[in-house]
Every structure is written in C-alpha cells, then in structure tokens.
C-alpha cells in the first residue's frame, strides 16, 4: 500500500515535470502533449545487484534460495517463546492471532467442507520451505527482517517439531528442509487456466500451489 502511493506520487511528479518542459509551440500545436512525453523522466537509477539480492529472498520447494545455517527444535523454543508466543500462544495452538500448530486427524483436507477447521502449518502447508521463507520475511510483523538466518532455522525445526512433523533432535537445514514431507504435500494443483509455467526443479509438481 505505502509503496503503491510512493509510485503513484513519483508517477505524478514525473508528469508535471514534463508538461512544465514542454516548449509553448508544442503546448499550443494539435498533437496531444501525451505523445511528446519523454523516453524517460530523468529519475530513479538502475536497481544494482545488490538492490536485486536484498528482496530476492524467496525460497523454492526444492530449497532454492535457502541460506547456510542449521539448527534443531531445542534452539528454536527459547526464541518462539521470546518473540513469537505473545500473538501465537504458548504451544501454537493458543492464538489470539494465527494458530500455527495441529494436524488434522487422519490427515484428510477437510477444509471445504468445513472452514471453520484452522488451517495450521502442518494441517495445511505444502512446503516445508514456506515456513522458512514465510518467518524470514514477515515475521515478527513489528520487526520483520529481523531475525538472523541461524534463527529462522530454529524455529522452523522448532514449528514443524510442535506439528509433529519432525524428531525433536533432527537438524534443519539448506539439505533436510525440503525433504520434510508435509501431509498436504498432493492436496495442491497446478492452476488449470494455465499461464506463465514456472522452472519447475525435477521431481517437483510446482506451479500453482498455494504456500
Ligand atoms: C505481534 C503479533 C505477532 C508476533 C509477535 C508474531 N506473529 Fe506471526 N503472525 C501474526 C499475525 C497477525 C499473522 C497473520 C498475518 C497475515 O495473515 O497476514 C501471523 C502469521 C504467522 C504465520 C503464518 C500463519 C498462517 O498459517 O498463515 C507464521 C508461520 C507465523 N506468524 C510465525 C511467527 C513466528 C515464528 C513468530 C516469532 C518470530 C511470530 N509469528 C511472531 C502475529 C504475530
């Protein structure tokens, strides 16, 4: 929202600077002054690789994009109960925001059926990645950005141990995080109006999965 208004205020700055440049034969001829506007309005400069790489932090399912670092649930309790339990309760089950832990019985997707059914990480989640991603770059929302990459790997391990996915003492990494199976792994479709298809990595279904 913020940087949409930032555009649409550099987007008008930049219209009045060209019409004021205009030359008064131009204002006063029949053409539309819109088609005199210039290649460009002399602002902004070209992202440089390091603009690019500071937002480029997705993660793919195959663990693309995932940064050096491991740890095990036990490092990530200290850090969930520090600065993550306040909004997502003691277990992550608790709330008063969103519940992050519990498994649906039998593993079924009933959610269509029932929405009121909370969609947790591993009721839900089909990549073990998002999480990764998903806390990296969001969360907490006071202070998003803020946690070190050693951090976001110990509280993965520590949300994916709470939903019973991994052993307490199994080590999350670049290697481990993506072959954590999620139970709603298949429950995902590519979208079947088509569109841009995305790299797929071999063994990866990709595409149109939601996180
Ligand atoms: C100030 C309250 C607050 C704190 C602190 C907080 N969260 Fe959140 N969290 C939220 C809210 C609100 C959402 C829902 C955001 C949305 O849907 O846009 C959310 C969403 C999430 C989700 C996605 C849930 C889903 O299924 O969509 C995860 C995962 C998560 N938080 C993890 C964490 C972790 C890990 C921490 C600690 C580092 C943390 N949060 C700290 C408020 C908080």
């Known amino acids: ?6 555009l649409m205020l550099v987007a008008t700055l930049g219209l009045i600077g060209a019409a004021a440049s205009v030359p008064a ?17 002399g602002i902004g400069r070209p992202a440089t690789a390091e603009d690019i790489a500071r937002v480029n932090i997705d993660i793919h399912p195959d ?6 670092g491991s740890a095990t649930s036990a490092d990530g309790a200290p ?19 969103d519940r992050l832990v519990g498994r649906v019985p039998g593993d079924g997707f009933p959610f269509a059926r029932d929405p009121r059914i909370p969609h947790t990480i591993g009721s839900y989640w089909p990549y073990a990645t998002t999480v990764f ?12 950005g803020s946690l070190r990459d050693t951090d976001v790997y110990a509280l993965t391990a520590y949300l994916l141990f709470l939903n019973d996915l991994i052993p307490a003492d199994a080590a999350i990494d670049a290697t481990s995080l993506p072959k954590v199976k999620m139970p709603s792994r298949d429950r995902f479709v590519p979208d079947p109006r088509g569109g841009p298809t995305p790299a797929t990595p071999k063994g990866s279904r990709g595409g149109g999965a939601g996180r």
Do not use: V, W
Not at 25 to 41: E, G, H, L, R, V
Not at 133 to 144: G, N, S
């Open 25 to 41: 034969q131009t204002a006063t001829s029949k053409a539309p002054a819109a088609a005199k506007a210039p290649s460009t309005f």
């Open 1 to 6: 929202m913020i940087a949409t208004r930032a």
């Open 133 to 144: 991603d998903y806390i990296r770059r969001a969360m907490p929302p006071t202070e998003p």
């Open 79 to 97: 850090i969930y109960a520090a600065k993550c339990a306040s909004c997502h309760g003691k277990t992550g089950k608790e709330g008063p925001n």
């Open 63 to 68: 663990g693309t994009g995932l940064p050096a």
